[in-house]
Structures are given as structure tokens and as C-alpha cells.
């Protein structure tokens, strides 16, 4: 049995631990490939205009995938830290793409819902199990082997490696001399290649070293975002917030970089929220790059180049 699942949204957070999951029950897993010309494409042409980015992209990987699997995995990740939300896009999406795309596969569209309770997880995996065995036993032992996975993806990017390498695919090699520079942003912006311009790639082959939010502890964006007047319950606006408190307040980075996607609304507000802060508090070089549909980076590489001198020049005087 073919189980697709579209390489957009929380794939990088997640894709270890639904492969071993599932993996562990029998099914085939096939995960869509990187983002391509083609993907974003299709993704523009079936999702709704005023769509982030990230969603125009889902869709195009679910695209992709349509004709070549047996079910395709769709979850609705409504919350997945207990009293949080992630985005309301993230909720919605599994009907977003039914209703877009024409002539799926089934769709296994799962609710992960931690708001209230830890053990929806739990539920949820049984639920999904089910299409495989009636034996809980096995589901149970599914669970704990995609839990172990989990562990050890999120222990590989905290020693700040990139999904890849954990994955087996192709890695770019880091640089580990230069300037440190803190980028505050969402997964699905910071691995998609293709929509950010091969931004780590550049920055690797300039000899920049890098700070990502998934090499910081968790505990360190609650202790940011502790700072804040009201608490954050958006997840999404919570991690790309805490990372870049972190980093403006750690003298070891050189510059902050903000990669945001047009048509986001909880960045917009935390973006807001950060430049406020910034000319308040701290005066390191800072940039904000908003990714969208173009694919040429004549502009982003113009702004990417401005930002690195603004860097240099500090650093040498
Ligand atoms: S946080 Fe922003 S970019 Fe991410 S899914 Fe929500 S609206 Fe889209």
C-alpha cells in the first residue's frame, strides 16, 4: 500500500516520525520530491489566491502525488502543543486541498488535537492505525518506534544539522567559520530550497556560519517569549518569535535575517512586534525577506548581498 505525503507545511518537522509510523505497519511510505518549478506551479493554479505561500506549495506537492500512491496523508494538525494553535491554515488544509484538486487518492486526514489533551496523539494514531491492523499491539509498537525517531531527528537538529543528513538525502555542507547569522523563520521556508533561493546553500558557499529556531532548545523560546506582554498561542508565531528574541540577545550572532512568506498574517503582527523591539533595544544588522511565487533571485540575492556587507562592515570596524 502507497502512502503519499506532500513535502510542504510540517514535513520537516514531522516526516521521521510518520515514515517510521507507518513504515512499521506495512505501508510504502512516498514522499513527494523537492520543490520544483512544476510543483509551485500546479500549487498557484489549484490553490486559492490569497494563500500563503506554504499552502500554494502544499498544493502543488499534493499535486504531484495524486497519480502515483494509494492514499495520500493529509493530517489536520490543529494543535500540536497543548493550549496552542498552530495557524488556522493548518486546520483547514486537508479540506483546502480536497476541495482544489480533483480526483485524489483517499485522503487520510487525521486530526492531531493537543489543545485540550496529550492523549489525542494516542487516539489519533489508533484511528490512523486501524486502515492496517486491528491488533493495538502493534499500532502501540508503530507509535513508540516513530516517538524514537522523533527523539533522535530533533537531537540531530539541535546539533545543528540539517533535515537532510538525518534523512539520507542529499546535505549541503555547513560552514563552520565566518559570521553567525540567526535566521528566524518557519521550517517550511527554511528547508524548501526551491521558494528560498537556495538561501543556506549561499550562505554555506560564502563561508556564513548559520543559527536556525530548530538548534535552539525549546525551552529557550518559552523563556523568550515569557517576555511578552500577552502569551503567544500560535505555535508558528511562537517559535519564529522566541528564535528571533534569542538571537538579537546573543552576542555571539553577528546579524538577523527574517525569511517570511507574503500572505502571512501571524507574521506580519510578530514581525511588527520584533522591529519594534529591535530600534528600541538593539542595533545588530537586521533584515526581513519576504519569499513569494517569482523565482528569480536577481531581487533576493541583491538584498541577501546588501545585508552581508552591512555585516562585514560592522564586523571591521
Ligand atoms: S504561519 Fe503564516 S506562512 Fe505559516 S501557514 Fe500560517 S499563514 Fe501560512
Redesign the pocket.
Known sequence: MKIGVPRG?YFYKYYPFTKAFLTELGAEVVPSPQTNKEILDMGSRYCIDD?????KVYHGHAHYLKDKVDHMLLPRLTSVVPKEY?????GGLPEMVKYSIAELPHIIDVEIDLYKSKSNLIKSLYEAGKMFTNNPYRIKRAADKAVREHNLYQTSLLKGNLPEKYMGEADIPISHNGPLIGIAT?P??LYDGFINMKLLEKLSNKGIKFLLPEMLEKKVIEEKCGMLEKRMF?S??KD?IGSALYMMDNNKIDGILIL??F?????SLSIDYIERLRKKTYKKPFMVITLDEHTGDANFNTRLEAFLDLIDRRKRL
Open positions: 507545511m494563500a500563503c505561500l506554504p499552502v498552530i495557524c488556522p491554515k493548518f518557519h517550511y521556508l500560535w508558528s508565531g519564529f517570511t512568506s500572505g502571512c498574517g501571524i507574521d
